[in-house]
């Protein structure tokens, strides 16, 4: 069975500052990755996905993410944040052979200070 | 856009009844999924239907029925609730049976059994 762990539940950083979200997963098998984000009062919506190709994928409101198949990880880059990426942020697997089934992680509370 | 709509926003239900969370999207979607959002927790998947009149147990199906008797609608169950149901209960679409597909979600409906 897959999981997914994600290292920081809540986030504080100012305007400006440089973030990176941790998930690291755990399966032994091809995987794509996913990073979904809800911001206040809307709805759970997609950031970025990985499913092949260059492991550095870019995403809306200029995020990034990074695969690193060694390490198991996926982790989530923004090198300036600003007040309105205030949101929750999740982490999803879905295994190869899972057809569309996601596990995601507990979710990363981030709070931006103006 | 595909959009996906749940039935109601919030709702109070007492211990024992019988309580129908509906979910529709409109893009011809193969899959949809229901969750549960608890803080701390994530989301955790508790039914999810890959066809019509089709269903599969996802990770604590314990409690909960599902129907889906319509391409379009999918139907959360609970025969009798209890208090620990008390969550966010979120419904989702995805186009195939396609581990790279994005989810889409609805709005969520917060339940809270008294």
């Known amino acids: 069975a897959q999981s997914v762990s994600q290292h920081n539940h809540h986030v504080i950083l100012s305007e400006a500052a440089s973030l990176e979200l941790g998930c690291n997963y755990s399966y032994g098998g091809t995987v794509n990755l996913f990073w979904y984000v809800q911001y206040p009062g809307q709805h759970l919506q997609l950031l970025l996905k990985y499913f092949s190709g260059d492991p550095l994928v870019k995403g809306i409101k200029g995020f990034e993410a990074e695969f690193i198949k060694s390490k198991f990880s996926f982790n989530l880059r923004k090198p300036s944040v600003q007040w309105s990426d205030t949101a929750e942020y999740f982490c999803?697997?879905?295994?190869?052979?899972?057809?569309?089934?996601?596990?995601f992680g507990d979710g990363t509370t981030l709070t931006v200070k103006p | 856009d595909v959009k996906v709509t749940q039935s109601s926003r919030y709702l109070v239900k007492r211990t024992g009844e019988k309580v129908f969370l509906e979910c529709v999207q409109d893009m011809d979607h193969e899959n949809m999924f229901w969750y549960r959002q608890d803080p701390g927790l994530g989301l955790r998947l508790i039914y999810f239907s890959y066809d019509v009149k089709m269903k599969e147990k996802g990770d604590i199906p314990e409690g909960y029925s599902v129907s889906r008797e319509k391409k379009e609608r999918f139907s959360l169950i609970l025969e009798s609730a209890s208090t620990n149901q008390t969550s966010m209960y979120l419904c989702a679409s995805s186009a195939f049976r396609d581990s790279t597909d994005t989810q889409y979600f609805g709005p969520g409906t917060r339940l809270t059994v008294l």
């Open positions: 999803a697997v879905n295994a190869a052979t899972n057809a569309g089934k996601s596990t």
